[in-house]
Nanobody
Framework: QVQLVESGGGLVQAGGSLRLSCAAS????????MGWFRQAPGKEREFVGG????????YYPDAVKGRFTMSRGSAENTVILQMTNLKPEDTAVYYC?????????????????WGQGTQVTVLS
């Protein structure tokens, strides 16, 4: 059974940093694209970063570009989302997701595997 487990969320002041981790089990995702999404109250889930399964190419939307960095963790089957210069509008539940395929995808329907999410709250 595939499981994705996020950790590292919490409460932080605006301008601060958080490091989210996602650990996958049940199958290997080292050659699969993985993504991070977030969902704020009353809003749709949105893509905030992806890493490919080939050469670890990353992609970020404009809302987080330059502030969020996604990488593969040192432990197998883990991905990291380093978030800096956090803003109150970054407040959301953050989800890790995994694809079967190598390429990054921006839509949530392209990711069959999801974690339960971790809350990030940024205080102004």
């Amino acid at each position: 059974q595939v499981q994705l487990v996020e950790s590292g969320g919490g409460l932080v002041q605006a301008g601060g940093s958080l490091r989210l981790s996602c650990a996958a089990s049940g199958r290997t995702f080292s050659s699969s694209a993985m993504g991070w999404f977030r969902q704020a109250p009353g809003k749709e889930r949105e893509f905030v970063g992806g890493i490919s399964g080939t050469n670890a190419t990353t992609y970020y939307p404009d809302a987080v570009k330059g502030r969020f960095t996604m990488s593969r963790g040192s432990a197998e089957n883990t991905v990291i989302l380093q978030m800096t210069n956090l803003k109150p509008e970054d407040t959301a539940v953050y989800y890790c997701a995994a694809r079967i395929y190598r390429g990054i995808a921006f839509g949530e329907n392209a990711y069959p595997y999801w974690g339960q999410g971790t809350q990030v709250t940024v205080l102004s």
